[in-house]
């Protein structure tokens, strides 16, 4: 059995926490860490784990075979590399990191110690999107034409001590909520030939929406990110994608409209409908599930990580850097 560790108990580590309670005997959390005793508390009642006040102290004396850091973005690098220098494992949330240092260090410590790391980019995992990269894969439908992509929500008040909301820890809207369909986009298309980005932003100058356009050799891809609608907005995400010989939309569910006129809706297998935690813009554990299965799987077969290792999930951020610079930078230069 394989032994985690879960270090930050925040939205995404209490999302990871009931992932793992529905992964059964596949992975046992022997350890959890978070500030918060009471968030610490709760999740030692669920698996009988060690509880520790820090995510250092957790690297530095839990038995455990992997790490999976769930900490705001400005923590991810020195916790990382820790887990990768005490010969653990790691998992490790989206984006990435911060900077361009931050990604060197982790490719290095990495590399140097043969540790194995996959990336949170779950919407490789989540099914609608799962299905449109098989679509793809297969050229079913010819080559793409154009996509729009969207991952629209109120803001995320909710974060620990606000920390979205300051552009040092977060990277802003542009890096945290937006990389999903920057990754996904160059998981399905690579990189692009040309990017351009346009943005808008709040009374202080943080960047709070954007608009980018990917253009590739025969294709035109758009996004748009933000996270800055009233509270009560609804978290949405949504493709429209154009093939050769069919368009495929996702807004809810997903539509497959046909050249001679017919539409259906693909048939996807159930998802696992566990609880995620408070705060989360999600309703489901769907992908969280099955990036973490997948996770486990590969670490106790030991075969290649591809879906979604370190060095994509690096040039996913570097591309969302690239974006928001091309904006002004993450706050407004007077």
Sequence with gaps: MIKVGIIGLGGMGGTHANAYKNLGDKVKVTAVADVSENKRNKYVEMFGAKAYDDGFSLIENADVDYVDICLPTFLHTKHAVKAMEKGLNVFMEKPVCLNEDEAKLLLETEKKTGARVQIGQVIRFWTEYVYLKSLVDSGKYGKIISGVFTRLSGNPRWGFENWYNDPEKSGTMGLDLHIHDVDFIRYIMGNPKEIQSNCTRDAEGVLQQIFTTYKYDDAVITAEGCWDFPDRYPFSSAYRVKFEKATVVYSGKT????????????????????????????????????????????LESGEPLKVAPLNEAIESVRMAWKEIELCGGKVRKN
């Design 255 to 298: 539509v497959v409209y046909l050249e001679d006129g017919t539409n259906f809706e693909p048939n996807f297998a159930e998802e696992i409908n566990g609880d995620t935690a408070e705060g989360l813009n999600v309703t489901n554990l769907g992908g969280y599930f099955a990036e973490l299965e997948y996770y486990a799987d590969h």
